[in-house]
C-alpha cells in the first residue's frame, strides 16, 4: 500500500483515507458513519496567518462528516453562516426525502503564499457526492461533483468552511435552493368514446388537447405527477430541474367524446387542402365533440381557439333570424341584385350573381346572395341578428368544453357593420368549432353547447341557450340547407353523399390577404363539421372537400 494512504474499515463500509484525512458515506436510516473529526490545533489564542494543511483537512473532515451523518446542526456549526447552512442541509435531507449520502473527497487545491506575511487565499476542497433518495416508494440515485473553501473565522481564528448555496449543488448561486417539485401533470390516458386510448402519435392533432387534458384531469382520475430536485431561484420562481425523485402515475383512464375513426379519417383529410387548415366534427343530438384537426398539426389549436370571419356560413344565422320573424319563409321574394349600398357601403355578390326578383329566400340562401341577406338589414331591427346568434346559437355564451377554446364572437353593429355581420363578415370571429356547433344546432332546433369530456366527469357548468328555434323554421333551415347541399354551392362536393345532409358554403375577405377564406358547414346524419382554409378561394373548393371526406364516413 502506497504509503500516506490507509484503509479502514468503520461501521460496515469501507473508507478510502488520503492525505491524513477520511471522508466516507453515512446511511441516514441505519448510521454507519466513517471517517474522523480533525483537531483544530487552538491553544486559546486567536490563530491568523495562513491556513495549514491540517487546518484545512480538518476543517473540511468535519463538515463533511457531520453532513453525511445527517447531523445538520453539527455540520452547519463548522460554517461561517451556522444559520444558512442548517437550512440547506436540512432541506436536502427532509425534503427532498435523502436516505443516505457518501462524500467523498478529490485532491485539495490550496493556493501558495504570496510571500513572508501574507495570507494565502482561501482553500478550495472538490468533492463528490452520490445521494440516495426514497420519494413515495420510489429509489433513485444522483451523483455529482462540488466542491467546498476553507477559510479562517476573522472572530475565532478557526477553519471554518466558507457557506454557499454552490456547497450542495455546483447549480446553485447566491439565493438559490434545491426543492422537490412536481415536473409537470400527472401522465394521463385519455380514451375516445368507445374505450380506445387516444395518443398524439397515433391522432398528432390532438397533441396540444391532450395535454390540456392532462393538466386539467390528470389529479381528477387519481393521477400522481412525478417529483424532481429543481433549483428554486431567489424570487421563488422555478428553475431547472436537477435529478428526477420519481415518475409520474397514470389515474383511471379519462373518457371523451372524440370518435377515433373520424378522428382518423379528419387527420387525413386536413393535410389535403392547403398549408393551413383546421376541422371539427360534433354530434348535434348531443353537442360531443367527435373529431378535431388541424393543419399543421401541433402548434395553435385553430379549430378550437382560431378567430376567422366566418364568411357566408354565417347566413344560416342570418336566414334563422329572418324566418323567425314570421314575415318571411323559404318561398318569399327575395331580389338578389348585383350590388346594394347600405350605411353608405356598397355590398357585392362574389361571383357578381345578378338575379333581379327571380329569386326567393331559399334559392339567395342556396346560391349564397349576399345583397338579398344585407336588403333585410332594413326590416330587421339593430342586434337581431346578433341576438339570435347568442341567444339560440350560443355563440359568446361562456363554453366549458374540456378544454380552452374561442367561443365566438358576434358584437351589435349598426350601419355597414350591421350588413357585413348578416354576411359573416365585419367583426364576427368564429372557428371551426363554433360553425360545426351552428350546423349541429341548425340540425336538430336545439343548441347543445360542444363538449370533449363529458361533464358527468367533473359536473361542471354548460352554456344553455336561453331559446332554441321553433319546430317550423328548424325544418325550414333544414330544408334551405339540403337544397344547398344538393342544387346548391355545396352541391360540387358533398352532393353525392347520399342520406340526410345539408350545407353552406363560406367565402370570407380578409384585409392584406390575396384569396379568401374558404368556409364549409355541413350535416349528415347525427354528425355536423366546419372547416376553414385560410387564404385559399371559394368554400366548396377546399374546405367542402375536407368536411365531405369526413362525413362520407359517418
Given at each position: 500500500?502506497q504509503?500516506?494512504?490507509?484503509?479502514?474499515?468503520?461501521?460496515?463500509?469501507?473508507?478510502?483515507?488520503?492525505?491524513?484525512?477520511?471522508?466516507?458515506?453515512?446511511d441516514?436510516?441505519?448510521?454507519?458513519?466513517?471517517?474522523?473529526?480533525?483537531a483544530?490545533?487552538?491553544?486559546g489564542?486567536?490563530?491568523?496567518?495562513?491556513?495549514?494543511?491540517t487546518?484545512?483537512?480538518?476543517?473540511?473532515n468535519?463538515?463533511l462528516t457531520?453532513?453525511?451523518?445527517g447531523?445538520?446542526?453539527?455540520?452547519a456549526a463548522?460554517?461561517?453562516d451556522?444559520?444558512?447552512?442548517s437550512?440547506?442541509?436540512?432541506?436536502?435531507r427532509?425534503?427532498?426525502?435523502?436516505?443516505a449520502?457518501?462524500?467523498?473527497p478529490?485532491?485539495?487545491?490550496?493556493?501558495?503564499?504570496?510571500?513572508?506575511?501574507?495570507?494565502?487565499?482561501?482553500?478550495?476542497?472538490p468533492f463528490?457526492?452520490?445521494?440516495?433518495f426514497d420519494?413515495?416508494g420510489q429509489?433513485?440515485?444522483?451523483a455529482y461533483?462540488?466542491a467546498l473553501?476553507?477559510?479562517?473565522?476573522?472572530?475565532?481564528?478557526?477553519?471554518?468552511?466558507?457557506?454557499?448555496?454552490?456547497?450542495?449543488?455546483p447549480?446553485?448561486?447566491?439565493?438559490?435552493?434545491?426543492?422537490?417539485?412536481?415536473t409537470?401533470a400527472?401522465?394521463?390516458t385519455?380514451?375516445d368514446?368507445?374505450g380506445?386510448?387516444?395518443?398524439?402519435?397515433?391522432?398528432?392533432?390532438?397533441?396540444?388537447?391532450l395535454?390540456?387534458?392532462a393538466?386539467?384531469?390528470?389529479?381528477k382520475?387519481?393521477?400522481?405527477?412525478?417529483?424532481?430536485?429543481?433549483v428554486?431561484?431567489?424570487?421563488?420562481?422555478?428553475?431547472?430541474?436537477?435529478?428526477?425523485?420519481?415518475?409520474?402515475?397514470?389515474?383511471?383512464?379519462l373518457?371523451?367524446?372524440?370518435?377515433?375513426?373520424?378522428?382518423?379519417?379528419?387527420?387525413?383529410?386536413?393535410k389535403?387542402?392547403?398549408?393551413?387548415?383546421s376541422?371539427?366534427?360534433?354530434?348535434?343530438?348531443?353537442?360531443?365533440?367527435?373529431?378535431v384537426?388541424?393543419?399543421?398539426?401541433?402548434g395553435y389549436?385553430?379549430?378550437?381557439l382560431?378567430?376567422?370571419?366566418?364568411?357566408?356560413?354565417?347566413?344560416v344565422?342570418?336566414?334563422s333570424?329572418?324566418?323567425?320573424?314570421?314575415?318571411?319563409?323559404?318561398?318569399?321574394?327575395?331580389?338578389?341584385?348585383k350590388?346594394?349600398?347600405?350605411?353608405?357601403r356598397?355590398?357585392?355578390?362574389?361571383?357578381?350573381?345578378?338575379?333581379?326578383?327571380?329569386?326567393?329566400?331559399?334559392?339567395?340562401?342556396?346560391?349564397?346572395c349576399n345583397?338579398?341577406?344585407?336588403?333585410t338589414a332594413?326590416?330587421?331591427?339593430?342586434?337581431?341578428?346578433e341576438?339570435?346568434?347568442?341567444?339560440?346559437?350560443?355563440?359568446g355564451l361562456t363554453?366549458?368544453?374540456?378544454?380552452?377554446s374561442?367561443?365566438?364572437k358576434?358584437?351589435?353593429?349598426?350601419?355597414?357593420?350591421k350588413?357585413?355581420?348578416?354576411?359573416?363578415?365585419?367583426?364576427?370571429?368564429v372557428?371551426p368549432?363554433?360553425?360545426?356547433?351552428?350546423?349541429a344546432?341548425?340540425?336538430?332546433?336545439?343548441?347543445?353547447?360542444?363538449?370533449?369530456?363529458?361533464?358527468?366527469?367533473?359536473?361542471r357548468?354548460?352554456?344553455q341557450?336561453?331559446?332554441?328555434?321553433?319546430?317550423?323554421?328548424?325544418?325550414?333551415?333544414?330544408?334551405?340547407?339540403?337544397?344547398?347541399?344538393r342544387?346548391g354551392?355545396?352541391?360540387?362536393?358533398?352532393g353525392?353523399?347520399?342520406?340526410?345532409?345539408?350545407?353552406?358554403?363560406?367565402?370570407?375577405?380578409?384585409?392584406?390577404?390575396?384569396?379568401?377564406?374558404?368556409?364549409?358547414i355541413?350535416?349528415?346524419g347525427?354528425v355536423?363539421?366546419a372547416?376553414v382554409?385560410p387564404?385559399?378561394?371559394?368554400?366548396?373548393?377546399?374546405a367542402?372537400?375536407?368536411?365531405?371526406?369526413?362525413?362520407?364516413?359517418?
Amino acid at each position: 500500500m502506497q504509503r500516506g494512504t490507509k484503509s479502514a474499515v468503520i461501521g460496515g463500509l469501507i473508507a478510502v483515507v488520503v492525505g491524513g484525512v477520511a471522508y466516507g458515506g453515512y446511511d441516514l436510516y441505519h448510521g454507519g458513519l466513517t471517517g474522523h473529526d480533525g483537531a483544530d490545533g487552538s491553544d486559546g489564542k486567536v490563530a491568523t496567518g495562513p491556513l495549514s494543511a491540517t487546518e484545512v483537512d480538518s476543517a473540511a473532515n468535519g463538515f463533511l462528516t457531520a453532513w453525511a451523518a445527517g447531523d445538520t446542526a453539527k455540520a452547519a456549526a463548522l460554517t461561517d453562516d451556522p444559520s444558512q447552512a442548517s437550512a440547506a442541509l436540512g432541506s436536502f435531507r427532509t425534503n427532498l426525502h435523502a436516505t443516505a449520502l457518501t462524500l467523498t473527497p478529490q485532491q485539495t487545491q490550496a493556493a501558495p503564499s504570496t510571500g513572508p506575511g501574507t495570507a494565502a487565499a482561501p482553500t478550495r476542497v472538490p468533492f463528490s457526492a452520490k445521494a440516495t433518495f426514497d420519494y413515495a416508494g420510489q429509489q433513485s440515485s444522483w451523483a455529482y461533483d462540488s466542491a467546498l473553501t476553507v477559510v479562517r473565522d476573522t472572530t475565532t481564528g478557526k477553519p471554518v468552511v466558507k457557506w454557499a448555496p454552490s456547497v450542495v449543488s455546483p447549480r446553485l448561486a447566491a439565493g438559490q435552493s434545491l426543492e422537490a417539485a412536481p415536473t409537470g401533470a400527472p401522465p394521463l390516458t385519455a380514451v375516445d368514446r368507445t374505450g380506445k386510448p387516444l395518443s398524439a402519435t397515433a391522432y398528432p392533432s390532438l397533441s396540444g388537447i391532450l395535454q390540456q387534458l392532462a393538466a386539467r384531469y390528470g389529479t381528477k382520475v387519481h393521477g400522481t405527477p412525478g417529483m424532481a430536485v429543481r433549483v428554486r431561484e431567489a424570487n421563488g420562481t422555478a428553475g431547472p430541474v436537477l435529478h428526477t425523485l420519481s415518475q409520474g402515475k397514470a389515474g383511471s383512464p379519462l373518457p371523451t367524446t372524440i370518435d377515433s375513426r373520424l378522428q382518423a379519417e379528419a387527420e387525413k383529410a386536413i393535410k389535403t387542402e392547403g398549408p393551413d387548415a383546421s376541422f371539427v366534427a360534433v354530434q348535434p343530438s348531443t353537442g360531443d365533440i367527435l373529431a378535431v384537426a388541424d393543419n399543421p398539426a401541433y402548434g395553435y389549436d385553430k379549430a378550437m381557439l382560431g378567430q376567422y370571419a366566418s364568411g357566408s356560413t354565417f347566413k344560416v344565422i342570418t336566414a334563422s333570424t329572418l324566418l323567425s320573424t314570421g314575415k318571411y319563409t323559404p318561398t318569399s321574394k327575395l331580389a338578389c341584385p348585383k350590388t346594394i349600398t347600405y350605411g353608405g357601403r356598397s355590398f357585392h355578390n362574389v361571383e357578381g350573381e345578378d338575379f333581379a326578383n327571380a329569386t326567393t329566400v331559399a334559392t339567395d340562401f342556396a346560391a349564397s346572395c349576399n345583397t338579398a341577406f344585407i336588403s333585410t338589414a332594413s326590416v330587421l331591427p339593430d342586434g337581431a341578428v346578433e341576438n339570435e346568434a347568442k341567444d339560440v346559437f350560443g355563440l359568446g355564451l361562456t363554453w366549458n368544453t374540456g378544454v380552452s377554446s374561442w367561443d365566438g364572437k358576434v358584437p351589435a353593429g349598426t350601419g355597414s357593420l350591421k350588413a357585413s355581420t348578416y354576411i359573416g363578415q365585419g367583426e364576427v370571429q368564429v372557428n371551426p368549432l363554433n360553425m360545426a356547433s351552428v350546423a349541429a344546432t341548425a340540425k336538430t332546433g336545439v343548441f347543445h353547447q360542444p363538449v370533449i369530456v363529458p361533464d358527468s366527469v367533473d359536473h361542471r357548468q354548460l352554456a344553455q341557450a336561453p331559446r332554441q328555434l321553433g319546430s317550423t323554421v328548424s325544418a325550414e333551415i333544414r330544408s334551405m340547407m339540403v337544397l344547398t347541399a344538393r342544387e346548391g354551392t355545396a352541391e360540387p362536393t358533398i352532393g353525392s353523399l347520399s342520406g340526410d345532409v345539408g350545407a353552406k358554403t363560406g367565402t370570407a375577405e380578409v384585409d392584406g390577404q390575396t384569396k379568401p377564406n374558404s368556409w364549409f358547414i355541413a350535416y349528415r346524419g347525427d354528425v355536423a363539421a366546419a372547416a376553414v382554409v385560410p387564404n385559399t378561394g371559394e368554400g366548396y373548393k377546399y374546405a367542402g372537400k375536407i368536411v365531405t371526406a369526413v362525413l362520407s364516413v359517418s
